[in-house]
């Protein structure tokens, strides 16, 4: 069955600190995954996505997320935490026929 | 460029009554249109998708519908709202397969 877990409900890092979100899938077919954020009360928005090219992709906002089909994680990384990335970030992972399923979600405290 | 207007943004309604919400997107044709609700600390839960007009297909049994009566408008609806049925609604759409989001509507059914 195809799934995705995210590892930490909250997620708490100083300004300036690295920032790493986890996730992990489980796909029988090459996966399209995806990082999306969300700000307080509003909708999502795509941070980055792989689609089996580069196995390093850059997103916005300084985001990056690396794919590791041994280990089946597409974990989220910034060097350097801002006040403005606090938010709530989404691992997704698109299982075909139009469908798209999310994790839970990782909230992202920053601290100054 | 495309857009994506979902409205309204926060709804309180009463038990036992109607509901509708809609969603038009704009600057694409024919683009695949999604309903998802996200309920607090859970992940999103997709609730009906279109692939064209009138096509809609149904994930998860519940109290609610969908209707897609023009190409790039969607419409969520109940006909009595449930205490359950409250929660964050969001519109989205897609080209292939990512998704683009609407600002969401939240619904506190009371």
């Known amino acids: 069955a195809q799934s995705v877990t995210q590892l930490g409900s909250h997620v708490s890092v100083s300004e300036g600190a690295l920032v790493l979100l986890r996730c992990n899938y489980s796909?029988?077919?090459?996966?399209?995954l995806f990082w999306y954020v969300q700000y307080p009360n509003q909708g999502l928005q795509l941070l980055l996505k792989?689609?089996?090219?580069?196995?390093l992709v850059k997103g916005i906002n300084g985001f990056e997320a690396e794919f590791k089909k041994s280990e089946t994680s597409f974990h989220l990384t910034k060097p350097s935490a801002h006040m403005s990335d606090a938010a709530e970030y989404f691992c997704?992972?698109?299982?075909?026929?139009?469908?798209?399923?999310f994790g839970a979600g990782t909230r992202l405290f920053v601290k100054a | 460029s495309q857009t994506i207007h979902q409205w309204p943004a926060t709804l309180v309604q009463p038990v036992g009554s109607p509901l509708s919400l809609e969603c038009t997107v704009e600057?694409?044709?024919?683009?695949?249109l999604y309903w998802y609700r996200q309920a607090a600390g859970r992940g999103l839960q997709l609730l009906f998708y279109?692939?064209?007009?009138?096509?809609i297909s149904s994930e998860v049994p519940q109290n609610l519908s969908a209707s897609r009566p023009q190409d790039r408008q969607f419409i969520l609806s109940s006909k009595k709202l449930l205490l359950s049925d409250s929660g964050f609604y969001l519109c989205?759409?897609?080209?292939?397969?990512?998704?683009?989001f609407g600002q969401g509507t939240r619904l506190t059914v009371v």
């Open positions: 796909s029988s077919v090459p996966p399209y």
């Open positions: 279109s692939v064209g007009i009138g096509q």
């Open positions: 997704a992972l698109y299982t075909g026929g139009f469908k798209t399923i």
């Open positions: 600057g694409t044709s024919n683009p695949n």
């Open positions: 792989y689609t089996s090219a580069a196995t």
């Open positions: 989205a759409w897609g080209p292939n397969t990512e998704a683009f």
